[in-house]
């Protein structure tokens, strides 16, 4: 059977990935793809709960508290689990899955906690045969990345912040400093791996949602020419 086709938007905190991947399903089922959607960590499985106790601080108040390896495996445990009990048959029968994060995040916001730049080439190479090849989980078909200035972007969550009291950050948000070495990193990445970068922010001010909504539809609608993925229906 064909298979189907892997997405991944990624994006730093409060960069929109919610949004944009939302807009990018609904555009997509409304033109007849079959297509599904997911969103790591997945916090409605039972697979993320180490993934909650560190993102909750139970293992550090610092995302340095937790070595890349060992929180990696927290993130990976997780979508292994998601994969074999939500997606794995839609796509093995050739459905599109959407997916908000997935590998790709756990190659920025770990890899940047190792300064030496052989050290950390040394862990995407794990991180990638670890997860692609021992875990046997697919390869996104293309990674969209939104790129948004991290001083925007810390405006942004400040703002989400204070609309919802009640939601407490994780130990990643609450550092600012630590989510601007993962931008750094996210550039670094793109380019390492090839991921279709969107221009979100311009002149410290965000982009409107359409036109950036636009800029990834267009992107991801050439892979699926070049893949000769059609819609089912209209």
């Given at each position: 059977?064909?298979k189907?086709?892997?997405i991944?938007?990624?994006?730093?905190?409060?960069?929109?990935?919610?949004?944009?991947?939302?807009?990018?399903?609904n555009?997509l089922?409304?033109?007849?793809?079959?297509?599904?959607?997911?969103?790591?960590?997945?916090y409605?499985?039972?697979?993320?709960?180490?993934?909650?106790?560190?993102?909750?601080?139970?293992?550090?108040?610092?995302?340095?508290?937790?070595?890349?390896?060992?929180?990696?495996?927290?993130?990976?445990?997780?979508?292994?689990?998601?994969?074999?009990?939500?997606?794995?048959?839609?796509?093995?029968?050739?459905?599109?899955?959407?997916?908000?994060?997935?590998?790709?995040?756990?190659?920025?916001?770990?890899?940047?906690k190792?300064?030496?730049?052989?050290?950390?080439?040394?862990?995407?190479?794990?991180?990638?045969?670890?997860?692609?090849?021992?875990?046997?989980?697919?390869?996104?078909?293309?990674?969209?990345y939104?790129?948004?200035?991290?001083?925007?972007?810390?405006?942004?969550?400040?703002?989400?912040?204070?609309?919802?009291?009640?939601?407490?950050?994780?130990?990643?948000?609450?550092?600012?400093?630590?989510?601007?070495?993962?931008?750094?990193?996210?550039?670094?990445?793109?380019?390492?791996?090839?991921?279709?970068?969107?221009?979100?922010?311009?002149?410290?001010?965000?982009?409107?949602?359409e036109?950036?909504?636009?800029?990834?539809?267009?992107?991801?609608?050439?892979?699926?020419?070049?893949?000769?993925?059609?819609?089912?229906?209209?």
């Amino acid at each position: 059977m064909k298979k189907g086709c892997l997405i991944t938007i990624e994006a730093g905190d409060g960069s929109g990935k919610a949004t944009q991947t939302r807009a990018l399903y609904n555009r997509l089922r409304s033109e007849g793809y079959k297509v599904m959607q997911v969103a790591y960590p997945d916090y409605e499985s039972d697979s993320s709960a180490l993934v909650k106790m560190y993102l909750g601080g139970a293992f550090g108040q610092q995302a340095d508290d937790v070595s890349a390896y060992g929180a990696s495996v927290f993130f990976a445990v997780d979508r292994y689990a998601s994969f074999q009990m939500k997606w794995k048959e839609a796509y093995e029968k050739g459905t599109i899955i959407l997916a908000d994060r997935y590998t790709t995040s756990n190659m920025v916001h770990q890899a940047v906690k190792l300064t030496d730049i052989q050290e950390r080439e040394d862990f995407l190479a794990w991180l990638w045969d670890f997860e692609f090849v021992k875990l046997a989980l697919p390869v996104p078909d293309v990674v969209v990345y939104l790129n948004m200035d991290p001083d925007v972007s810390d405006r942004l969550i400040a703002a989400r912040a204070q609309a919802d009291s009640s939601r407490a950050k994780d130990i990643h948000e609450k550092d600012s400093s630590y989510l601007h070495r993962c931008h750094d990193a996210y550039g670094y990445i793109a380019e390492k791996y090839g991921w279709q970068q969107v221009v979100c922010s311009e002149n410290k001010e965000p982009r409107p949602v359409e036109a950036i909504a636009q800029d990834v539809y267009q992107k991801v609608q050439q892979k699926l020419t070049e893949l000769n993925i059609q819609p089912e229906s209209k």
